[in-house]
Structures are given as C-alpha cells and as structure tokens.
C-alpha cells in the first residue's frame, strides 16, 4: 500500500455518516493534484468497512464504477444513512456536502 493510498483512506474514512465529499475535495486534503487519483485509489480499495460510498463527483453524482456493487449499491448505502437526492444519480450538496 502506497502512502498516497493511506492518506486517501484517512481522509474517506472521517466521512461521518449523512455526508458526502467530492473526490477534489479528497484530494485538496490530501495534497494531490488530480482528483482522478482519488478515483483510482477508491476503485483499488478492497476493504468494504472504508465509507468509500461516501465519495462523489463535484456535481453530486454517484461513481457509476463504484467497487463494491456499482451505483445502486452506492446509492442504497448512502439513503440508509438519510443522504438525499435530487433526482436519480445525483446527492443533494446543499444538504449533504462536508465542508
């Protein structure tokens, strides 16, 4: 595991429950410069404990490659915790973005 992995994992897994964080913002935290990283590293995680459903798109949307059961997984973890949504694919920011 890469220490650029272990940092990204630190920061998704102080994700409280009912709170969503864009994968810039992941990164912003992180000091890395391509929020794609974020992605790739979410994407490699293998342990389902990490919140990694908890991390979106800058527009709210669900990662449609989510690891653990794609977005309907991602969206049906995030709605147990009482994330809302604005239509489908798409996590209401102004009341669920961590900032």
Not at 19 to 41: F, H, N, P, S
Not at 62 to 82: D, H, I, N, T
Request: charged share 25%.
């Amino acid at each position: 595991m890469t220490n650029t992995f272990q940092q990204i994992m630190a920061v998704v897994r102080q994700i409280p429950k009912g709170k969503v964080m864009t994968y810039g913002q992941v990164a912003e935290k992180t000091e890395i410069l391509d929020a794609r990283v974020v992605g790739w590293c979410l994407h490699a995680n293998k342990d389902p404990q990490t919140p990694c459903h908890r991390v979106i798109n800058k527009k709210g949307r669900l990662a449609p490659g989510y690891v653990f059961g794609g977005p309907e997984k991602q969206k049906e973890k995030l709605k147990k915790e009482g994330v809302a949504f604005v239509d489908k694919q798409t996590v209401d920011l102004k009341k669920h973005l961590l900032v």
